[in-house]
């Protein structure tokens, strides 16, 4: 059993360890619990290597580095992080609250939930060799982000996938993404393209690819609402004005 803290914070990200920083401003003492074995929440986990642009103070910062400093910040109050703990359970006891993981108890006065989206896992890969690697740091994920081309780029070349171009940023995306988004991945127009959308070597191609994109937004978009056919029902109620007019 560990010792009692005034605070203990339930997820790692960006708001949890804040608030771990914070409760060190205010004199309290605090712990991070996160189910993720590193700290960062969804900047760690999902895009590291994307820039975020709305950070106040920030005209424009890496998210790993934005993690960087979060915890640099939130460290010089010494709590300890427990991390790869799922939290599973909330218990009273003695006139305080234990929270409780899968392995472990942590009693406390109080509990920030910093949970954002929730607890998420990697996405694994399908091929059975891979299994081995998976617990010792080998994660992966969906889409991998990136803020330099070439970089991504590299990516491509050295993983395969499909190379997409998102605002300033590139992914690199599986087969399975591509359907998400209502696209076919074994559309030969990808292999015009060499599978890069952000610099395609066939321009007519990429625009094929984009148009289906289109369409697949437009088929997904809820129906815009018909003034004439409200779908709700109503009663025209007349109110009488004086004692004695007709209802
Ligand atoms: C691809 C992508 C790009 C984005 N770009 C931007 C951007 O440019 N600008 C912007 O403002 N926002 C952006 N966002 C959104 C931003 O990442 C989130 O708003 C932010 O991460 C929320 O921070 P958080 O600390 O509240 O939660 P999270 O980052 O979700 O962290 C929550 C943590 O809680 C942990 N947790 C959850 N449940 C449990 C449990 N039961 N036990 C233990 N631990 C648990 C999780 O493991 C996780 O580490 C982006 C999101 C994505 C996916």
């Known amino acids: 059993m560990h010792e009692i803290t005034d605070i203990t914070i339930i997820g790692g990200g960006p708001t949890g360890l804040f608030?771990?920083?914070?409760?060190?401003?205010?004199?309290?003492t605090a712990r991070i619990v996160d189910t993720l074995p590193q700290l960062g929440g969804q900047l760690t986990a999902l895009y590291p290597e994307k820039y975020i642009f709305d950070v106040a103070g920030f005209p424009k910062v890496l998210a790993k580095d934005l993690v960087r400093d979060l915890a640099e910040q939130a460290a010089q109050f010494n709590f300890p992080s427990f991390l790869g703990q799922h939290v599973?359970?909330?218990?009273?006891?003695?006139?305080?609250?234990?929270?409780?993981t899968e392995?472990?108890?942590?009693?406390?006065?109080?509990?920030?939930?910093?949970?954002?989206?929730?607890?998420?896992?990697?996405?694994?890969?399908?091929?059975?060799?891979?299994?081995?690697?998976?617990?010792?740091?080998?994660?992966?994920?969906?889409?991998?982000?990136?803020?330099?081309?070439?970089e991504a780029r590299d990516a491509l070349t050295a993983d395969g996938g499909y190379l997409l171009p998102f605002r300033h940023h590139f992914f690199l995306c599986t087969a399975e993404a591509i359907r998400t988004l209502g696209l076919d991945p074994d559309d030969p127009d990808w292999l015009r393209i060499r599978?890069?959308?952000a610099r395609p070597a066939d321009s007519d191609a990429w625009q094929r690819l984009r148009n289906q994109r289109l369409t697949a937004i437009?088929?997904?978009?809820?129906?815009?609402?018909?003034?004439?056919?409200?779908?709700?029902?109503y009663d025209?109620?007349?109110?009488p004005l004086k004692p004695g007019d007709e209802p």
């Not at 608030?19 to 309290?28: D, Q, T």
């Not at 942590?106 to 299994?131: D, H, M, N, W, Y």
Request: charged share 25%; glycine share 10%.
């Open 88 to 100: 599973i359970g909330l218990e009273e006891e003695d006139g305080h609250f234990v929270l409780v």
């Open 103 to 150: 392995t472990d108890r942590f009693p406390t006065r109080s509990v920030l939930i910093a949970a954002g989206i929730g607890a998420f896992s990697p996405r694994r890969l399908p091929q059975k060799c891979a299994e081995e690697w998976y617990g010792r740091g080998m994660d992966v994920f969906l889409n991998r982000w990136f803020a330099r081309y070439d």
């Open 19 to 28: 608030a771990s920083f914070y409760a060190g401003m205010r004199g309290a």
């Open 195 to 197: 599978f890069d959308g």
């Open 236 to 239: 025209i109620v007349k109110i």
């Open 218 to 233: 437009r088929r997904s978009a809820p129906p815009r609402p018909d003034p004439l056919r409200l779908p709700y029902q």
